[in-house]
Structure formats: C-alpha cells, structure tokens
C-alpha cells in the first residue's frame, strides 16, 4: 500500500476566517484542479479523477444500442454489449430489472438506456442501465411469449379459473378511454340490444406510459365497489393499434389486477388477430368492442321472442292438459260404477254383511277353543299349585316320621343302656370321684400343680382343691417339712390322715 502524502496546508481547502457558505461544485472543481497539478498521485486518486471526469464528461442518461453478450441474471444482471468493433460492460439492479417485463437472451439486440460511471475497486468503467427495450417488433414478440410462459406456469390462463357471465346484467362497468372509437361502439351496440342494462363508463389512458397501471387500479377499484355500484360484469375494451400501442395490455400488474377480479371480465382489444395478456387472463375474449358488448347484454328482441315462444308453448302445453284432461273424464263417465253409485254401495253392504257373519263365527270357534285350552291349564294348574304340592308332601312326611319311629324306637333304648354303662364308667375315672373320697391336690396361684414338698417353698401361695371347693393359704416356717411313710398298720383300715405322718 502506498503511504498517504504529507499534510500541505498550503493545499487545505477552506478559510477559517471565512463566513461565506462553501460551494460543491467549486469545491470539486479546486479538487480536481489540485489532483491535475499533483507531482504524483495514488490509484485512489486517478481512480476518483477518472470517474468525475466520465460523469461530467458523458451526458446522462445515456441510450446505448447494442448485442447482449455473457448475460448474468441471478439477482442484479450483469452483461455486455457489443457491436462490431467495440464491447462495454453493463449493470442492472434487481430493482430495476423487475421493471423490465422481460429478460433478454444473448445475441438479443437492446436499447439501454443509463449513465455512464467508472467502478473504483476494480477499476472498470461501466453502463449502469435504468431501462431496457428489446429493439424491432419481434423484440416485442419475443417479450409476449415470455410472459404468457411465466403467467401460464403460475395458472393465470386456467380455465378453472374462468367465471361465467351473467345471464341479465343489471350494470356493466366498460374500462376505456372515452376518446376512443371503442366507447361509441359498445354503447350503440347496448342502446340497441337492452336499454334496460346500465353501463358504468370508466376513463382510462389505453397506451404510453402508466396505462397499464390505470387500467389496473380501475379494475381493482370498480371490483372491491361492486356492490355499491351495482356492477355485475366489466368489460375492457379498446380500439386497433400497433403492438407498441396495444403493449399496456400485455403488462403483468394488468394480468394481475385480471386474474384476482372476482367479477366476471371480458377483454376486447384490437382487432381479431391481436392478442393480448389480459385477453388470455380475462374470463371471456371477444374480437371486437361489438362483439363483446353482444355477447355480455342480452337482446331485447331475443328476450321477447323467447318470451312469445315460451307463452305459445305454454297455451299448448295448457290445451293439451285440458284435452287429456276431458278424455279422462269421458272414459269415466262410461264406466257404470260412476253412472249408477247406488250399485257400488248396494254390493259394499252385501259384502259388509258377509264378512259381519263370518267374524262372528270365526271368533266364536275360536273362544270355544280358547275355553278348552284354557280348563285344560286350570286342571294342571290345580295340580302344580304350591297348596296342593304342600299337602301331599305333609302327607308323606307323616307316614315316613311313622316308619321311622318304628324302626328306631328299638335302637335307641339300646344306645341308652350303652350311655348307662359308659356314664358309670366315667364316674369311677372322675378325679371329683376320688376328692369324695377325702383325697385334694395342691397348686399354686398359677395353676401349677405341687408334686414335692420342695417346690413349697415359705410364703408361696398355696390353693388346696377338694371336693366342696379351694383353700387358700401360704406356707410358712424357714424350711419345708418332709412326709414320712408309716409302717405296722395296715393300709386298709388306714384313713387319709393316716396315710402319711409329719417328719421332723
């Protein structure tokens, strides 16, 4: 990197005793002045000096002619022309390539219209484009295919999409200029078909520049007051012209206003071999002003005819009817049922009486039947009743409680003599037998049985058993005593006191 110059005050630009409002382009000028007199400058500096002098120097704007070349267009465009001898470099913004309505191809010819400036940090001078035109009518062409591609790709041309005209407009809104042929023809051609329908004129510009974009607006605008305005259909319309006069209708915010209009649209632009965008767009394409006014208002003369047509066809119809109507009655007249009703009636009662004596006999068979069946089910019934079931099984029940004491009176005195013996058996084993006897056991309070004169240690509480009841007591003295056994006296004639003596 080259190092900046040292500052020369000399060479500052400005006075700071100055009171005086400081010009720009004098400014400029004593810039450019000092850089042409500078022994050496930077690239920076040649660079800004080429691009000022290129800006003054070349008119702006400026329209180039020329061959697209090595077309880039991914988002900003970047491109050349050339011709035979010469090439320069081109840009297009994005911003202003969608304003172009179409994308050229290379080896198309264009007008470019733009200023000339030089690019500092690559050092390239350049055409910085702000419009674009193909150049010639098949420019144009080429251009018209491209959008009805792109439109068709989206679903703008869809059938679909189409919505019907309406069978009796109460209001057409016609879109064009009031100048024009067309106007007059379509309100000539509704004056004359229906007076009864209303046209809503809208003036709009139907070439040059922001055509497209009145019609638009006058679209979207009669459309979202449809109902204030008590307009039923629109019709855009203009007379014939070059496609460079008929090109506002191939515009894509005029397709676009078309294809979101909810009320039914009918295009006539041009003559019959022109075709427009809109046309493609709109519900319904007519070839001239005329046609499309015939073909949105109904004809009076139509209408009344159908009318008189319809009222014939309804005295037909009614003569017809009545016709039918009278052959009918003629056939039922010579019926006899109709000429002598007494008959029909007299013959009725007959069959009435008939059927009276054969119900009666009928249900009197069938309540004798019913009446059999029905003491047949009493009879079982009277067998099956719970009272009768009772008495029978009582009667049984007595005669088997006879058999049975019969039959057991026997073994039961012998199970009472068993009992008898196995009860005095009893009574020897009863301990309470033996305490009779004069004989007792000890515990202690706890129940615990006292086998030895050991376990009766002093002041433990005793309860002696007899037969008549208990003895509490407490045993006493420091240490127990021993029973000792006598001897020389027989045990028979021994009583319980006897049985045992105290031993010291």
Request: aromatic share 6%.
């Amino acid at each position: 990197m080259m190092a900046r110059p040292p500052f020369d005050p000399e060479r500052a630009e400005g006075d700071l005793f100055s009171h005086e409002k400081p010009d720009p382009g004098r400014r400029e000028k004593k810039k450019r002045a000092k850089l042409e007199g500078a022994e050496h400058l930077t690239v920076s500096q040649v660079s800004e000096l080429i691009k000022s002098k290129l800006e003054e120097g070349i008119p702006s704007p400026i329209r180039v002619i020329g061959e697209v070349s090595n077309l880039s267009a991914r988002n900003h465009w970047y491109f050349s022309l050339k011709d035979e001898n010469a090439v320069i470099s081109c840009v297009v913004w994005a911003s202003a390539a969608k304003k172009f309505g179409f994308q050229p191809a290379d080896g198309d010819e264009v007008v470019a219209t733009g200023h000339i400036s030089h690019y500092m940090p690559q050092g390239r001078t350049q055409l910085y484009v702000s419009k674009l035109d193909p150049v010639g009518a098949g420019a144009l062409e080429l251009r018209f295919r491209q959008m009805c591609e792109e439109l068709r790709a989206q679903g703008y041309f869809d059938e679909d999409h189409k919505i019907p005209l309406p069978t009796f407009p109460r209001r057409i809104a016609i879109i064009t200029s009031l100048k024009g042929a067309a106007v007059q023809d379509v309100i000539a051609t509704a004056a004359q078909r229906c007076k009864a329908v209303g046209l809503l004129l809208v003036d709009v510009r139907v070439q040059g520049e922001g055509a497209a974009e009145d019609i638009a607006a006058a679209i979207r605008r009669i459309d979202r007051d449809r109902k204030k305005l008590n307009v039923d259909a629109i019709l855009v319309t203009r007379g014939g012209g070059s496609i460079e006069d008929l090109w506002a209708f191939n515009e894509r915010v005029l397709a676009e206003a078309a294809f979101d209009c909810e009320l039914p649209l009918v295009a006539a632009i041009g003559h019959e071999s022109d075709t427009t965008v809109i046309e493609l767009v709109a519900d319904m394409r007519a070839a001239t002003p005329t046609q499309a006014a015939m073909r949105m208002i109904p004809s009076a003369d139509e209408l009344h005819a159908q009318i008189d047509h319809f009222d014939d066809r309804l005295d037909f119809l009614s003569q017809r009817f009545l016709e039918r109507c009278r052959e009918r009655l003629m056939i039922i007249e010579r019926v006899e049922a109709f000429r002598a009703p007494e008959l029909m009636l007299e013959a009725a009662w007959v069959r009435l009486d008939r059927l009276q004596h054969d119900l009666i006999r009928e249900s009197d068979a069938r309540l004798a039947r019913e009446r059999l069946r029905l003491e047949s089910l009493s009879g079982r019934w009277m067998r099956l009743h719970p009272r009768e079931i009772v008495s029978q099984r009582h009667s049984r029940l007595a005669v088997l409680e006879d058999r049975l004491n019969r039959v057991s009176w026997g073994r039961i005195l012998r199970l009472r003599k068993s009992i008898d013996s196995l009860d005095r058996e009893l009574t020897v084993v009863d301990p309470r037998h033996v305490l009779r006897r004069g004989y007792s056991y000890t515990t202690d309070h706890k129940g615990q049985l006292i086998r030895k004169v050991s376990e009766a240690r002093p002041g433990l509480h005793i309860i002696t058993n007899l037969s008549d009841g208990t003895i509490d007591s407490v045993v006493g003295g420091s240490s127990p005593r021993k029973w000792r056994k006598t001897t020389g006296r027989s045990s028979d004639s021994l009583d319980q006191m006897d049985l045992f003596a105290l031993e010291e």
